[in-house]
């Protein structure tokens, strides 16, 4: 599905200041870390390794003074793929130095109707991801720069009205 000569790796591997990430779903449990999800339903403990490869990427970005941060659109009650997300991943992830954002919609509009999901480098470079209606992932696409500031507003947006993970999750994580 990419449709530009760079690719979302290309992205990951060259930018030089910040990466930033809107989840809009409310399951991904098609698109990896299936046996952990699998695991977490049948409540098992968390294994130590879980999401080492991601955590040990993370630290080599961070590390640098890069920065990783994501905002996840989401409402209440969560599904069981957002509990497992939210504590399993977003958990493991900030050890490696990523930072969570939560836009709860429970109560109010969601500023960013039909947004996708999406990556955005260093303000400069913005990729659209695509998953089936089961949550599997499917793509992604480097958009022309042209696009890039479109891209830069939702991310602004986003960030507006959210607030930090570890706020939310104190009220309403499980």
Known sequence: MTTSSRTLQDLFGTFEREAFRLETLDDYSKSGNIGAYYAFLAGEPQPDDYNAGWVEELRSHTGKGKRIYRVH??????????????????????????????????????????VPDFWLFDSESAAVMTYDGAGKYLGSQVLPPERTAEFVGHRDAALAHAEPFTEWWAKYGA
Do not use: A, C, V
Request: aromatic share 14%.
């Open 73 to 114: 659109i989401l409402r209440r009650p969560l599904t069981d793929y957002l509990r497992f997300e939210l504590g399993w991943g977003y958990q493991k992830n900030m050890s490696g130095g990523e930072e969570f954002f939560i836009l709860d919609i429970t109560d109010r509009p969601n500023p960013l109707e039909n």
